[in-house]
């Protein structure tokens, strides 16, 4: 039976529950694959655990068996894994140390997924290269919206179609927020409070409430699946903060509903891209959203609109995102 090592960089929240679930699966994989998948290494910002035979939740729980300093390039030429998953903090500014981890698996023989954005933002074009130099394989559909497939509607379902417009609703904490505030016509401060309790909020949630996490997955979006060169800086970009219950008494009155909208407009070969706060009537896709789901809405020169939502945010629907892409590539292990 084959073996594949995996390790996980930025090892938080999010990598702790993709760590369990890819244990849950890993019978799973034996039976359909053929492959033993086994996690060998975990790292965060200052220490690291390595264990060659596999790492059990036990193992990777106990903080006092981390050693430290075994992070970034030294947990990498120790490691041994065949597959690098990126869960760390973005930095949409340098990269940051998701954009090392990246680079470096992929210059050493290794496949990466990344799940934060930062790299992704800053560099795609590149990594999307340099795996396709080395031959290895990149996935990052968890970095672009998670559990609503993007990347994959992309790549898959609409290969070779003319992309008009994309447009969706892809920030799932600011979905919360507005819904909340409409149920229950309450401040802006208080449903963010409720979303920070559910953990779909981050205690700093200026990243989403203030558009950079739809601006950032436009980016991506943009740079990825239409070959442009946008900077998330050149993303025009509104939030949600200033919107208050009076704002939500007004707009209910005429049945109309606030939305956080990022998009991609294409007209004569130029690509326009924008986060902004939208009223849409009680009939639109967008309208429909419960909770924090999301929705990503395309319009093609051949197949018309497509619309698909849900994905609603949370970290076990991350951790799936990266296990599909896992899965993906070990579909394509299986076969060589």
Not at 270 to 296: D, M, W, Y
Request: glycine share 8%.
């Amino acid at each position: 039976m084959k073996r594949v090592n995996v390790a996980i960089c930025g090892f938080g929240r999010i990598g702790q529950q993709i760590a369990e679930l890819l244990l849950n699966r890993s019978t799973y994989y034996k039976q359909k694959y053929q492959i033993d998948a086994r996690l060998v290494g975990v790292c965060n910002s200052s220490s690291g655990l390595i264990d060659q035979e596999g790492l059990r939740a036990a193992e990777w729980l106990d903080k006092s068996k981390y050693k430290v300093g075994l992070t970034e390039q030294q947990f990498l030429e120790q490691v041994q894994a065949d597959v690098i998953i990126e869960t760390g903090p973005s930095d949409y500014v340098t990269g940051g140390k998701g954009l090392f981890y990246l680079n470096y698996a992929l210059t050493h023989n290794m496949n990466a997924i990344a799940v934060s954005k930062g790299a992704l933002v800053v560099d795609s074009k590149n990594l999307i290269n340099l795996a396709h130099q080395r031959h290895q394989k990149l996935f990052f559909s968890g970095a672009t919206a998670a559990a609503l497939p993007t990347i994959d509607l992309f790549e898959y379902n609409l290969a070779g179609c003319q992309i008009l417009e994309i447009e969706g609703v892809f920030t799932g904490t600011t979905n919360f927020i507005l819904n909340d505030m409409l149920q229950h016509e309450c401040a802006f401060a208080e449903s963010l409070a409720k979303a920070q309790a559910k953990g779909i909020a981050e205690p700093d949630s200026s990243f989403d409430v203030d558009g950079w996490d739809t601006a950032a997955k436009i980016t991506i979006l943009a740079n990825t699946v239409l070959g442009a060169d946008i900077k998330i800086k050149d993303v025009l970009r509104q939030g949600i903060s200033h919107v208050t219950a009076d704002h939500i008494r007004d707009w209910k009155k005429e049945n109309l509903i606030p939305r956080l909208v990022g998009f991609i407009h294409i007209e004569n070969q130029q690509i326009q891209t924008g986060v902004e706060l939208r009223l849409v009537p009680t009939t639109h896709p967008f309208a429909h959203l419960q909770g924090s789901n999301k929705c990503i809405r395309v319009l093609t020169q051949e197949m018309g609109e497509l619309v698909v939502s849900g994905g609603a945010s949370a970290p076990l629907a991350t951790a799936a995102a990266a296990l599909k892409d896992f899965e993906l590539m070990l579909k394509h292990t299986a076969k060589n």
